[in-house]
């Protein structure tokens, strides 16, 4: 049958849109393109004819792929089409990847890793099964001592890092070459590198900047530090290190110190008047932005409830893109949020939430029924982009891509603060980014006075001392503050009694439970001296102000609920209207200090109850102020 196998070869097949054909090509390029598309099918599970056919045409005059020139891949020699182009130095790829395997090489043989080959063996998706994966090469060569570049290359063998992760270890690894480079010898003999050398090489781990020359943060420098002890004590484990001196190591001396970070100082948590704004034009958040296999408007109301829920929840941002469909629990008249704390790996964790937000879940919840979505995103409220996503959820880093964009839309964005001509100053929209309404929940719930360990249980914070960082009130916001409500100190009547500075105001008196004290004897002694154990309402040197107006009306309704229980106990008339006697007295000068708020400008209200606000974070900050207790021995005496 000459005429049908000449008809065969000669006559292009009838495609449809559906269909490719590698009859054009050689026998040998046609075997090779049929394992290269097997190959990236199992890799990727995407085969797309469109972009096979063109690549076809432009291969039918090749021979052998694997002998072909580099120009045959190059991007130059090929229409201009970004799909071809990456199709085509895929099939390169996993060609000259075949012929390695054949050969018995596997990548992490060689001394520059394709990071490609090393996290995706056939079979399995970028990022499935492996987090924190990143294509391109990593070379060991730019590690000159040979000792710490075999210690290295072991170490990376045998924990198989994330790409991530293992380039962080190169570049702590390529830090310490350099400075050891520039030692006689270079550092290449490890019998000769010791404690002298170490110490150099932690001064170049403290001088570790940025691409901007800017210093890295402490937390960085120390991590990086770190990851070098982890490649040496490695070494000395597997005996790669025999030979390496013992004083290059951890030291107690040689080590870089955490700074520990004032969130409030640096301004994490951005004001409510901004937050008001970006509420305002909330319905302009992730309209036509890039979410592929939904609807524009579907796009824009999941972004739109994850930004909600971001702001009355305070919880970090991949705690949110990852919260389940049945995420509220409800007992009785409260709604409680169940989410997942995967920093502090605890699980299921319960946080009171408003009505509100929960009934702007549940709007988004029904939607979510209704939408089609990947089966790897069937328990998740927030659904990923497609089965190809690395995540089975919304990725954190599009809610941030979005907000970026959609805050950088906005005309202008105005901060509390006015410049010279009076009109409000900018606001920097770099300071609005997903997290940073962690620190606004946190900020805001701090200002109203929320006891210190009720908000570390809201956070979810294992020490207290990270709760108090929100606490925390610069010197000048504390004393302008101090300035404003010296004015405004009351005696025990109500009636005005002014301190003639600040420097009277915080040293001249003591803080006590419900007010400031002037009493000498008690000052000096820290508050814990008092001549008439603290019966504020009846002694002539206490001193409230307004800051103290929500401790004070706490207190009169414990005053009121231990009289009933006095009044049930049928104690002595005495101790009853003692109780009553300081009620009325506390009433009375609450009272009295709001007839001179009501009293006051508008505009010197505001800036009056403002001061409040931060006096009280000042004094959460230092802690509750308690009752010193009197310790009774047996027998009957104090101590």
């Known amino acids: 049958m000459p005429d049908l196998e000449y008809w065969i070869a000669h006559t292009t097949p009838y495609l449809a849109s559906h269909s490719f054909s590698l009859a054009p090509l050689s026998d040998i390029v046609r075997l090779e393109m049929l394992y290269a598309l097997q190959q990236r099918d199992l890799r990727i599970k995407l085969v797309q004819p469109s972009v096979i056919r063109p690549v076809v045409r432009q291969l039918t005059e090749v021979d052998c792929l694997l002998t072909a020139t580099p120009e045959i891949f190059s991007p130059s020699e090929w229409p201009v089409s970004s799909n071809r182009t990456s199709l085509i130095q895929d099939i390169a790829w996993i060609i000259d990847r075949g012929r390695e395997q054949f050969a018995g090489i596997q990548p992490t043989d060689k001394l520059v890793w394709d990071m490609k080959a090393v996290h995706n063996p056939a079979g399995r998706r970028p990022g499935q099964g492996r987090e924190g994966f990143r294509a391109g090469k990593v070379d060991f060569t730019v590690i000159k001592q040979p000792w710490l570049r075999n210690a290295l290359l072991e170490w990376a063998r045998s924990t198989q890092p994330s790409s991530t992760r293992l380039r962080k270890h190169v570049s702590a690894c ?122 524009p408007q579907d796009v824009a109301d999941m972004f739109q409830t994850v930004y909600r829920v971001l702001r009355d929840t305070g919880r970090r941002p991949w705690e949110v893109v990852s919260l389940e469909r049945d995420c509220l629990e409800f007992e009785g008249d409260d709604v409680l949020l169940i989410w997942n704390n995967y920093k502090g790996k605890r699980l299921k964790r319960r946080l009171p939430i408003t009505r509100d937000t929960a009934e702007t879940i549940q709007r988004w919840a029904a939607r979510r029924a209704a939408l089609l979505t990947p089966n790897r995103s069937e328990r998740y409220l927030f659904p990923s982009i497609s089965n190809v996503s690395k995540y089975p959820h919304m990725p954190s880093s599009y809610l941030a ?160 609920a231990d009289k009933e229980t006095a009044l049930a106990m049928n104690t002595a008339e005495y101790v009853v209207r003692n109780l009553q006697d300081q009620i009325d007295s506390f009433k009375n000068a609450a009272a009295n200090m709001r007839k001179q708020i009501e009293a006051l400008p508008e505009n010197e209200r505001e800036e009056l109850m403002e001061s409040a606000r931060v006096l009280r974070k000042s004094r959460a900050f230092k802690g509750r102020t308690l009752l010193p207790l009197t310790v009774i021995k047996p027998g009957g005496s104090s101590a």
């Open 174 to 295: 390529v830090l310490t070459s350099t400075v050891l480079g520039r030692q006689p010898g270079g550092g290449t003999d490890p019998g000769q590198v010791r404690f002298a050398e170490m110490a150099l090489v932690v001064e170049g781990f403290r001088r570790m900047t940025r691409r901007d020359g800017a210093l890295h943060t402490s937390k960085i420098r120390s991590d990086a530090l770190s990851m070098l002890h982890n490649v040496l004590d490695f070494g000395r484990r597997s005996g790669l290190l025999n030979d390496l001196h013992s004083a290059f190591g951890r030291h107690k001396s040689l080590r870089i110190v955490r700074e520990e970070v004032n969130e409030d100082e640096l301004g994490k948590a951005i004001p409510e008047s901004v937050i008001r704004q970006l509420d305002a034009r909330l319905h302009m958040f992730a309209v036509n932005f890039p979410y592929r296999g939904y609807a």
């Open 401 to 560: 891509k979005a907000m970026r964009q959609w805050v950088q839309s906005f005309e202008r964005i105005d901060s509390e603060g006015t410049g010279p001509d009076g009109l409000p100053v900018p606001f920097d929209r770099k300071q609005v980014f997903p997290y940073v309404f962690r620190h606004s929940y946190a900020q805001r719930h701090a200002d109203a006075g929320v006891p210190i360990d009720v908000l570390r249980e809201l956070m979810d914070h294992t020490s207290v001392d990270t709760t108090a960082r929100y606490y925390r009130v610069s010197l000048k916001r504390k004393q302008a503050a101090v300035k404003s409500m010296r004015l405004h100190v009351v005696d025990r009547h109500g009636n005005p009694a002014p301190m003639s500075s600040n420097k009277t105001y915080e040293m001249r008196s003591i803080q006590v439970p419900f007010g400031n004290c002037c009493e000498p004897s008690n000052v000096r002694a820290g508050g814990h001296a008092c001549p008439i154990r603290f019966q504020c309402a009846g002694c002539g040197f206490y001193r409230p102000d307004p800051s103290y107006l929500a401790a004070i009306e706490d207190h009169i309704r414990d005053l009121k």
